[in-house]
């Protein structure tokens, strides 16, 4: 495993559909089955982690990008969040991120330039079990509560006058 200073961070591919949006990128990942929300410098991080460029050179790209002058720990805290969400390679989400700051210290330090600190919203989404819509009239179940109608009896769905 690397040293945190020669870290060449990846992001991961697999089993995500991306979405770019001018402000912001949408991942969905497929095998966790949680869609997440990068605002325009976490995108930027993750879009840049390309296991070739450096911490120092990510920082570089995001205070050129987002013209603004940017530290390292703003760069270390989107990919904190990045490995948090399960959105580097492995190896990068065993690394132990040297956090020097909290994240309120950094809102603190660039309220001014609120904008260029890294934010990652992410929802579960519900498993394709937990979508399926209400069974319909003949079909098995065990409780009323899987039928549409609201009514199980004898092991089917039956209409509504049937309970």
């Not at 200073?5 to 979405?19: E, G, H, S």
């Not at 460029?53 to 390292?72: D, G």
């Amino acid at each position: 495993m690397r040293a945190p200073a020669q870290m060449l961070p990846l992001a991961r591919r697999n089993k995500l559909i991306i979405r770019e949006l001018p402000d912001e990128v949408l991942i969905y990942d497929s095998e966790r089955d949680k869609a997440h929300c990068l605002n325009t410098a976490s995108a930027l991080v993750w879009k840049h982690c390309d296991g070739n460029t450096s911490v120092a050179k990510l920082r570089t790209l995001l205070q050129k990008q987002l013209a603004t002058p940017i530290e390292e720990d703003v760069v270390w805290l989107a990919l904190d969040q990045l490995r948090r969400f399960h959105l580097l390679e492995e190896e990068e989400r065993r690394t132990i991120f040297p956090m020097t700051v909290t994240r309120r210290d950094l809102v603190r330090k660039y309220l001014p330039a609120a904008l260029a600190l890294p934010v990652i919203m992410s929802i579960s989404s519900p498993a394709a079990a937990q979508v399926a819509s209400c069974r319909q009239l003949g079909q098995a179940c065990t409780l009323s509560s899987q039928c549409c109608s609201n009514c199980c009896s004898n092991g089917s769905c039956q209409p509504g006058g049937f309970c």
